[in-house]
């Protein structure tokens, strides 16, 4: 991404950033929840009158699948939802299947792993897009949303050129803020024990892609830069306990 859409962006999310003084409500709350985690337009959206445990856990595979119900996702269009819990290693998966498919097995629309089955929401709004909001990949807490959108032939998400966090962080050691990040101009740096506010955070490829990652920070003085974190990250780039989990 051009220099100039990166400054155009920062703008943007910092004045939003700004707008938000106070905690806002989880997206979507005021909507009807079918099953837990999973809100529609429309309870008439939701089937769930089959629910049904598909696979237990044997000497093989300590994975539970679970059907859910199925959802209109978009006119005319109902889709499956399943989870798979496993008992012993994360991550889990949600999947999304075509209902009508009769092939074995079934065909899988988008398979999207999460830390936590519990943790994750899911918003159908029955116009063929589709909102997922749960805790980031290697950030401690935050919670994010992802978009995707029925194709008529699948499921393929929307790419956003940044996932929201807005949250406070504590700055471990000395860290520079890039103009870009993949940048190599020093706009600011933070304090080793200062707080600064997380904006928003670049997206992954995967949820276990250990590719390099930046996080757009302002500073307690209000200037904006990018913190790079992991793919081999160098130790003067500095540290936020944001992502510092154990």
């Not at 700004?18 to 008439?44: C, F, N, T, W």
């Not at 949600?94 to 943790?119: C, G, H, I, Q, W």
């Not at 589709?130 to 008529?152: A, D």
Request: glycine share 6%.
């Amino acid at each position: 991404m051009r220099r100039k859409n990166f400054l155009a962006l920062i703008l943007s999310v910092v004045a939003l950033a700004e707008a938000s003084a106070a905690a806002v409500p989880a997206p979507y709350h005021d909507k009807p929840e079918a099953v837990r985690g999973i809100h529609v337009d429309d309870l008439k959206q939701w089937n769930g009158k089959a629910a049904r445990v598909l696979k237990g856990p044997d000497d093989k595979d300590q994975t539970i699948v679970d059907y859910r119900g199925s959802v209109l996702v978009a006119p005319g269009v109902s889709i499956d939802f399943v989870t798979e819990d496993n008992q012993v290693n994360f991550p889990f998966f949600f999947e999304l299947r075509l209902t009508s498919s009769k092939a074995t097995p079934p065909r899988v629309l988008l398979r999207y792993a999460v830390m936590d089955l519990n943790e994750t929401e899911w918003y159908f709004p029955g116009n063929g897009f589709i909102y997922v909001r749960s805790p980031q990949w290697h950030l401690c807490g935050p919670r994010t949303i992802r978009k995707f959108r029925w194709t008529g032939n699948g499921i393929e998400e929307v790419p956003q050129p940044l996932l929201w966090v807005d949250q406070t962080a504590h700055v471990e050691s000395t860290t520079p803020l890039y103009d870009s990040p993949d940048g190599h101009r020093i706009v600011a740096t933070v304090a080793k024990d200062s707080e600064v506010q997380v904006i928003g955070m670049q997206p992954i490829s995967r949820w276990d892609a250990d590719e390099p990652n930046a996080l757009l920070v302002k500073t307690p003085l209000g200037l904006v830069g990018w913190h790079r974190f992991f793919g081999g990250t160098p130790q003067s780039d500095g540290t936020l306990d944001i992502y510092q989990c154990n």
